[in-house]
């Protein structure tokens, strides 16, 4: 079966240096994977996706993660991190290609927590 | 141009009880995807409406059940509530042909006491 795994449930850093959110992936066909951010009372809002292609994806905020097939990771990224930063990341795969349905399978969720 | 939008925000129930939660789509969008978020947990996916069918489902009991309208707005039902269900219930709408962006709704927090 799929599923996402989130080894950290919180990482922290100092505001200005660069953070970077692991997520792994279990082995199965051609993943689709995805970043959301949730703020406290707030739904999902979506950071980037990899579908096919590059293996390093840009997203939105100055985001971005890296597709690894070889260590099965996606982990996110970001050069400088900002106190705003601060919430909760999930990592999400779907199936890819002709049997993607939509269906998103979540990781456990990272807390981000930038430091002034 | 409204995104997800999701009815009410909070609610409070006692086991036993039914509850029936609301969403409308983002413009454009025609599929309607129900997560189920406990506290401290990722979405869990409860089931998928399109075309007003029940296309695929998570693994949830029949007491969670849902309804797709012609405008395309979703409705989430849940019977003889448990106090397990006290939980986030997210909305998420994507566009059938591009489905890999589901966008999210702020979710509706129940409470089952």
């Known amino acids: 079966a799929q599923s996402v795994a989130q080894p950290e449930d919180q990482v922290n850093v100092a505001e200005g240096n660069p953070l970077t959110v692991k997520c792994t992936y279990s082995?199965?066909?051609?993943?689709?994977l995805f970043w959301y951010v949730q703020y406290p009372n707030r739904g999902l809002q979506f950071l980037l996706k990899?579908?096919?292609?590059?293996?390093l994806v840009k997203g939105s905020y100055g985001f971005e993660a890296e597709f690894n097939k070889s260590q099965t990771s996606f982990h996110l990224k970001k050069p400088s991190a900002l106190v705003s930063d601060s919430a909760l990341y999930f990592c999400?795969?779907?199936?890819?290609?002709?049997?993607?349905?939509?269906?998103?399978?979540f990781g456990q969720g990272t807390t981000l927590q930038v430091k002034p | 141009d409204a995104g997800v939008t999701q009815s009410p925000t909070h609610l409070i129930k006692t086991r036993g009880q039914q509850v029936t939660l609301r969403c409308s789509p983002k413009?454009?969008?025609?599929?309607v995807s129900w997560y189920q978020q406990a506290l401290g947990q990722g979405p869990q996916f409860i089931f998928q409406?399109?075309?007003?069918?029940?296309?695929q489902r998570g693994n949830f009991p029949d007491r969670f059940s849902g309804h797709q309208f012609p405008n395309y707005s979703s409705e989430l039902n849940v019977n003889a509530l448990l106090l397990g269900d006290s939980a986030l219930y997210l909305c998420?709408?994507?566009?059938?042909?591009?489905?890999?962006?589901?966008?999210f709704g702020a979710g509706t927090r129940l409470s089952v006491l």
């Open positions: 409406y399109y075309e007003e069918e029940e296309r």
């Open positions: 413009s454009g969008h025609d599929t």
């Open positions: 082995v199965s066909g051609n993943p689709y």
């Open positions: 998420a709408s994507s566009y059938r042909e591009t489905k890999n962006i589901q966008y």
């Open positions: 990899y579908i096919t292609g590059d293996n």
């Open positions: 999400a795969r779907a199936l890819g290609g002709s049997s993607n349905t939509g269906k998103l399978i």
